[in-house]
């Protein structure tokens, strides 16, 4: 697998062959669409569909500027760290899909980072005392990935200046915004955890901000300012970075400065199928999304619209072919330097032959967790989509971890640093998936396209540990076997495996086939899937005139074109 280094300089000065991009037409603007029996949005210039509405307006902001689909890719991402500052930031990690169309070619970015150097892996297992708080507490923080992303992105692809990408997060913090219920809840059930620096404006008065109470994050502010003023160099060895060196010294944490001065994104080739004629893509190690691509290949010998959509048929198939690609995970993940997964095999038709045969289509065959342990699901990430108006796309998610991931914030930052090595699989000692010091931080994510005559189709994305994989592949295959537009895409009812033997189903799946599933052996659990976001674009003569996007139901985003 060909690794691909961030370059620095600009690709839209760099790779004409004449030096300069080539002009594209652009569509007349038109109004914008919204079906509100369907939720679905249109437009004809760009599309953005994010988790918070203040975050969709600022990346719509950028592209009505001018600027690019990756320039609003990097204001969305900072705007989410201050109106979702329990889900990502830059303290945080993640993957990132992109779509180049002056290069016809799709890019995985990771921003994940390395684990640290000093990390001890046997801090999380028994018989070390306290090993499940290490899973949570600063021992738990890896090396934050994502302002060197943004960083790297802006610096391939964007257009616009670095200091007016990150002004509208910096204007957001300084002046604050009206919380919802949703956000209230997460503050209240984690205010208890949080230092007393941060109790101090995530609350008032001793207690936590309420619904409709104003948000101000000055430090955020200020570390914002810092990063636009120095790069991302600010915390990858700079000022800020030694405030979390200091902060890890005082909590016990492995994270150093010498794992920050280290950090770089990495670009990547990510890997793809053909399913029904279309080309899927997706990242590929160290981003865990393989499983997305090997339940699309298993589904793919089955026919789907003669069973019918969420039909007994098609979900207990569906719940044996996850629950083995789940497997796959399981086994073949890995640092791609180290153990890449065997991607021949595991995309190879004879294979997925083979493993359909072994499905008994009456009854749910148990699932093997006897060596697994340490396996979490959470929904405490984000996920965003972007295209423009030339056919640049960006499909991103982006965590913490957990909701304010470690609940450790360096006094004056305003940043939260995440708890990724919760999601570390501690049993058996050394397995691929483990806290493998000095190593790439493995995840679940899948932000993914669906490509028709190599132009980005569909992009699509979800927060949900785990679960993401499975998520996402239900997704495109409502767009693609049951031709359902990219609003009933995302609203559909999911279901999902998770260990040790559970089929998740969520609520709107109807009883009766709940008792139906039940009585084939499956061990059904209620819950809520996911809170995804997606975008499809319609083209003429191989120029974006149409853009239709979507926000899930499930959560309180919006989707916007113009």
């Known amino acids: 697998m060909q690794k691909i280094l961030t370059m620095v300089g600009l690709c839209w000065l760099l790779a004409a062959c004449d030096g300069a991009p080539p002009v594209v037409p652009v569509a007349e603007p038109s109004a914008i669409e919204v079906s509100e029996a369907s939720g679905l949005t249109t437009g004809t210039q760009g599309m953005v569909s994010t988790a918070h509405p203040i975050a969709t307006e600022a990346g719509l902001a950028i592209l009505e500027k001018g600027g690019n689909a990756f320039d ?220 997305m691509l090997v339940r699309l290949g298993m589904m793919s010998s089955g026919d789907p619209q003669a069973e019918g959509h969420n039909s007994l048929a098609y979900l207990h198939r569906f719940a044996e072919v996850t629950k083995h690609a789940y497997w796959t995970r399981l086994a073949y993940s890995g640092d791609p330097d180290v153990q890449p997964p065997p991607y021949e095999l595991l995309f190879s038709e004879d294979y997925w032959r083979e493993q359909v045969s072994a499905i008994d289509p009456s009854a749910a065959r148990p699932f093997d967790a006897s060596d697994i342990a340490g396996v979490r699901t959470h929904t405490n990430t984000t996920h965003f989509v972007v295209a423009d108006r030339w056919g640049n796309v960006v499909s991103a998610t982006v965590t913490l971890g957990n909701l304010f991931g470690s609940r450790i914030m360096p006094e004056g930052t305003g940043i939260w640093l995440n708890n990724s090595l919760a999601y570390c699989t501690f049993e058996p000692k050394g397995n691929p998936m483990d806290a493998h010091p000095g190593r790439r931080k493995l995840s679940s994510d899948a932000p993914s396209f669906v490509l028709r005559d190599g132009l980005p189709w569909v992009a699509v994305g979800t927060p949900g540990g785990h679960t993401i994989t499975q998520t996402v592949a239900q997704m495109i295959m409502n767009v693609v076997d049951f031709e359902m537009n990219i609003y009933d895409a995302i609203a559909a009812p999911r279901i999902a495996f998770n260990v040790p033997n559970h089929l998740d189903v969520e609520a709107t799946i109807p009883q009766e086939l709940r008792d139906q599933l039940i009585a084939m052996g499956h061990e059904i659990r209620l819950r809520k899937l996911g809170n995804a976001h997606g975008l499809t674009i319609d083209y003429d003569d191989g120029l974006p005139v149409r853009f239709a996007g979507a926000s899930d139901p499930r959560g309180t985003g919006l989707a916007k074109g113009f």
């Open 72 to 291: 609003a890719a990097v204001a969305i991402a900072s705007t989410l760290n201050v109106v979702e500052p329990m889900m990502s930031g830059m303290g945080g990690y993640g993957t990132i899909l992109v779509f180049d169309r002056l290069r016809g070619e799709a890019l995985y970015l990771d921003a994940s980072g390395k684990i640290p150097l000093a990390v001890d892996s046997d801090a999380y297992r028994a018989p070390t005392p306290g090993y499940e708080e290490n899973r949570r507490n600063a021992k738990a923080i890896s090396t934050p990935g994502a302002a060197n992303a943004w960083e790297a992105m802006s610096q391939r692809f964007g257009t616009l200046t670095w200091s007016e990408l990150l002004q509208p997060a910096i204007r957001v913090a300084e002046e604050g915004f009206l919380i919802d219920e949703r956000a209230a809840g997460f503050i209240e059930r984690a205010y208890p955890e949080f230092p007393e620096h941060a109790k101090a404006f995530y609350g008032q008065d001793g207690a936590p901000l309420a619904a409709g109470d104003r948000l101000i994050q000055t430090d955020l502010a200020t570390s914002l300012r810092l990063v636009a003023e120095d790069g991302a160099s600010a915390i990858y060895g700079g000022q800020l970075g030694q405030a979390i060196d200091a902060a890890m010294q005082d909590a016990g944490g492995f994270l150093a400065l010498q794992d920050l001065v280290a950090d770089q994104a990495e670009w990547w080739q990510p890997i793809s199928i053909v399913y029904r004629g279309y080309k899927v893509v997706t990242p590929s190690a160290p981003a865990g999304a393989f499983p």
